[in-house]
């Protein structure tokens, strides 16, 4: 395995990849396909699963400490001159004092086996159990093993396979046809399985995949329209135009009595959504189905709440019904995906919303269908989106008609349209440097704006997003000599570096210095012919926040 990880770090280009992932791929057992698809894409559970391995860097360095007998003091130093814990990992085992006592070659199957007990235990008490499974693989690693190891532990392998790498190496591999793969990940958002299935079953298991009630899929994506006119070009006419809400998509599975929540990146919500269940118990009227919708949280005369009030929801443990109370929410439903025993994303999309009217009994508060106005008429169709932004909503969607469903795809079939907001110009004070193959780069950027009253710059936000492999290149050279302090991985800049910066929303936040916050600041440009005194203002985001 090391020995194709090592390949795979020596190339950038994405054929060569995926020749060196094929060659692996057939080359491995049966029985642990699905595991080294797996740990190739820096995971040891399945893109739809819950489970985290939940180590933190300090556990990570007490497992090197003890598996190698070097001092935390060391292991520390080699962690600062690197600044990536897989590189301490090879440093620190090629330098260990302490001879292994078993002899044991590591497997994958070891691997997998321990970093999965690993994330069985939570609580108290359980730091010695996880440092002591860790240091047992660090102890009959070789320096390279231990790096990968060390990445996979906490996350952050970055292997530069992204999906659309292992669809062409899983298709190589075992001769099938690559939208089948590619089909097969998206309705079971699992690499392992899938590459297990091409693998033993070829081309033919591979295309009787379905959809499975309780795994969730992954959902179509809408393009961006610049206005109503590049929108009815992408959709054709006449379209459907809707309400878009700013609320939580939701892809919720009912199967009889069963019902399941998921967000769009494949959390199960279930539990903290009890409203979503009853309804769906309730008024949706079939006996299997898996619908997508928008659950939007309302105010007590009904009006529509950001989505950032409803997001506290999701991670919600305890105290679900309270909160439930507080920030209720009603489930606005757009596409059936599934319905008894059938999938239905091969239908037009203007037959799945006639489907949706026949199955849900739409009661307000509850469930509804997503507000919905067929036309081909542009006044019209502007007349619906003036109306949906005076109500507060975020826009509008344009969806085509004939179209089917494409699970997992940006295709033009939905397109969304919202009103631009200006980007903001702000300060780059601080940032962390990366982990990986993105070590020797800054990659997360603390952004602030100016506070003219006391001359100061007050943090609003980190950007991360937006910024190309030369972009962060480029950065990381800008503010290296701006670096006035360091520690760990987390730098302070001088503040000289203005930045345009495209975001789309601000919040009020305790976070920040500012006591706001920008949602999806993502990098436009470097603004060279600005000075840091010339950003936005801390009065200016008041204003753009307004209030
Ligand atoms: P965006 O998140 O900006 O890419 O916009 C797409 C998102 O809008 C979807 O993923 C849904 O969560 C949300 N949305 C709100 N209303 C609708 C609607 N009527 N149809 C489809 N998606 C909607």
Same mark, same amino acid.
């Given at each position: ?11 950038? !280009? ?66 600062? %001159? ?92 075992? &001769?099938? %046809? ?36 309780? *795994?969730?899929? @992954? ?145 307000? *508060? ?27 909503? &975020?826009?509008? @969607? ?15 079939? @939905? ?9 903001? %110009? ?11 193959? *993105? ?12 506070? !003219? ?15 190309? /492999? ?51 600041? *993502? ?5 060279? /012919? ?5 950003? %936005? ?11």
């Amino acid at each position: 395995m090391v020995d194709m990880y090592e390949k795979l770090g020596s190339t950038t !280009k994405n054929l060569e990849m995926t020749d060196i992932l094929a060659g692996f791929l057939k080359k491995v057992d049966n029985n642990l396909i699905s595991d080294c698809v797996k740990l190739v894409l820096g995971r040891v559970f399945p893109l739809w699963s819950d489970q985290v391995v939940g180590v933190a860097s300090s556990l990570m360095v007490k497992s090197l400490k003890k598996s190698t007998g070097l001092s935390e003091e060391d292991i520390l130093i080699y962690w600062k %001159d690197t600044g990536d814990l897989g590189l301490t990992a090879e440093k620190a085992v090629s330098k260990k004092t302490q001879k292994t006592l078993s002899s044991q070659k590591l497997s994958v199957e070891k691997v997998i086996e321990n970093i999965r007990k690993v994330s069985s235990f939570e609580g108290a008490g359980t730091v010695e159990k996880k440092t002591d499974l860790i240091a047992e693989l660090i102890a009959s690693s070789s320096p390279e093993e231990a790096k990968y190891i060390t990445r996979t532990v906490l996350g952050v392998l970055r292997m530069g396979v992204g999906a659309g790498i292992m669809r062409d190496a899983v298709a190589q591999a075992f &001769e099938v %046809d690559s939208d089948f793969v590619e089909r097969a990940y998206y309705l079971s958002s699992d690499f392992g399985e899938v590459g297990k299935i091409a693998c033993e079953g070829g081309e033919e298991e591979l295309k009787k995949f379905n959809i499975r009630i309780e *795994r969730p899929i @992954m959902v179509m994506l809408a393009q961006k329209a610049e206005d109503l006119e590049e929108g009815f070009s992408k959709v054709g006419k006449p379209a459907a135009i809707e309400l878009k809400y700013d609320g939580m998509r939701v892809q919720i599975h009912k199967n009889k009595e069963e019902i399941y929540v998921f967000t769009r990146r494949l959390e199960n919500v279930t539990k903290q959504f009890p409203e979503i269940v009853s309804a769906t118990k309730k008024y949706v009227k079939c006996e299997q189905c898996v619908l997508e919708g928008e659950a939007v949280g309302y105010g007590p005369k009904g009006e529509h709440i950001p989505f950032q009030k409803i997001s506290r929801r999701i991670k919600r443990k305890y105290g679900i019904e309270e909160m439930a109370k507080q920030i209720p929410i009603e489930t606005k439903v757009f596409d059936i995906i599934f319905l008894d025993g059938k999938e239905t994303m091969s239908l037009p999309f203007a037959k799945r919303r006639e489907l949706l009217e026949e199955i849900v009994e739409q009661k307000k *508060r509850s469930i509804v269908l997503t507000e919905q106005l067929i036309t081909s008429d542009l006044e019209e169709a502007e007349k619906f989106y003036e109306k949906g932004l005076k109500q507060g909503e &975020e826009g509008i @969607m344009m969806k085509n008609l004939e179209a089917e469903y494409k699970p997992g795809s940006r295709v033009g079939y @939905m397109v969304k349209l919202k009103p631009e907001i200006d980007p903001v %110009d702000l300060v780059i004070v601080g940032s962390e440097w990366g982990e990986g193959k *993105r070590a020797n780069w800054l990659s997360s950027f603390l952004l602030a704006c100016y506070d !003219k009253v006391n001359d100061k710059f007050l943090t609003i936000g980190k950007m991360a997003t937006g910024l190309t /492999d030369k972009q962060f290149e480029e950065i990381t050279e800008r503010l290296k000599p701006l670096i006035i302090s360091e520690k760990g991985r987390k730098v302070t800049v001088k503040p000289e570096t203005v930045v345009e910066i495209g975001y789309q929303e601000i919040q009020k936040s305790p976070t920040y210095e500012s006591k706001f916050a920008l949602r999806f600041p *993502r990098l436009i440009r470097i603004r060279d /012919d600005k000075k840091p005194e010339e950003a %936005d203002s801390l009065e200016k985001i008041k204003e753009i926040h307004g209030g």
